[in-house]
């Protein structure tokens, strides 16, 4: 807690992160703010037993989920921005009987486990997802990081749950294709 640089890159990667879920930059910052007071009143409970920016992390998530549960959400011309993209289908990727096109069709790949533990990874990963449709990447970080349940995704993002599904849907499609074009069939060495 006494590095400021790694303070300020933490804090960086967190603003950016609660803005992605949160849609505004006002709440964003009150979320990281408040995590950030958090870890440092309660830095005597942390044990230790994952790495500190996952703890603070952590907190932060509850933070996000507690924001997206506390708010009714009104639509905002931001949430309306890549509305093509959501819209976009994958016919490209399929032929007329609904099989995947041989040159669209998904690489297997080399070592995922590895993968995971590299840091290089995560930052193309991470390139991966600021790419998706705001609202796809919202909806996907909620399921899978701050782990809401499908009524909870939504209620806030005004979806019903057959949405939902493709939305996630799409966004795993996406995430993985880009996966597949940056890291995996590069040589995992981008």
């Given at each position: 807690?006494?590095?400021?640089?790694?303070?300020?890159?933490?804090?960086?990667?967190?603003?950016?992160?609660?803005?992605?879920?949160?849609?505004?930059?006002?709440?964003?910052?009150?979320?990281?703010?408040?995590?950030?007071i958090g870890a440092m009143k309660n830095s005597q409970k942390f044990a230790g037993r994952s790495a500190f920016k996952t703890w603070?992390?952590?907190?932060?998530?509850?933070?996000?989920?507690?924001?997206?549960?506390?708010?009714?959400?009104?639509?905002?011309?931001?949430?309306?921005?890549?509305?093509?993209?959501?819209?976009?289908?994958?016919?490209?990727?399929?032929?007329?009987?609904?099989?995947?096109?041989?040159?669209?069709?998904?690489?297997?790949?080399?070592?995922?486990?590895?993968?995971?533990?590299?840091?290089?990874?995560?930052?193309?990963?991470?390139?991966?997802?600021?790419?998706?449709?705001?609202?796809?990447?919202?909806?996907?970080?909620?399921?899978?990081?701050?782990?809401?349940?499908?009524?909870?995704?939504?209620?806030?993002?005004?979806?019903?749950?057959?949405?939902?599904?493709?939305?996630?849907?799409?966004?795993?499609?996406?995430?993985?294709?880009?996966?597949?074009?940056?890291?995996?069939?590069?040589?995992?060495?981008?």
């Open positions: 807690m006494n590095d400021a640089v790694f303070l300020e890159d933490l804090r960086r990667q967190m603003v950016k992160f609660a803005s992605q879920q949160l849609s505004d930059a006002h709440l964003a910052e009150d979320a990281v703010q408040e995590a950030l603070v992390f952590a907190i932060l998530k509850n933070k996000i989920a507690d924001t997206l549960r506390q708010r009714h959400r009104l639509v905002e011309v931001s949430q309306l921005l890549h509305t093509d993209e959501e819209d976009e289908d994958f016919q490209e990727l399929f032929d007329r009987k609904g099989f995947w096109q041989m040159d669209e069709r998904p690489q297997e790949w080399a070592n995922p486990e590895i993968a995971i533990k590299n840091s290089e990874f995560w930052r193309i990963f991470e390139t991966c997802l600021d790419h998706l449709p705001g609202q796809q990447g919202r909806a996907f970080m909620m399921r899978e990081f701050i782990e809401l349940d499908s009524d909870e995704i939504c209620t806030a993002l005004n979806l019903s749950v057959s949405n939902l599904n493709v939305m996630l849907h799409r966004a795993r499609l996406r995430l993985r294709e880009c996966l597949e074009n940056r890291w995996f069939l590069e040589g995992e060495s981008c």
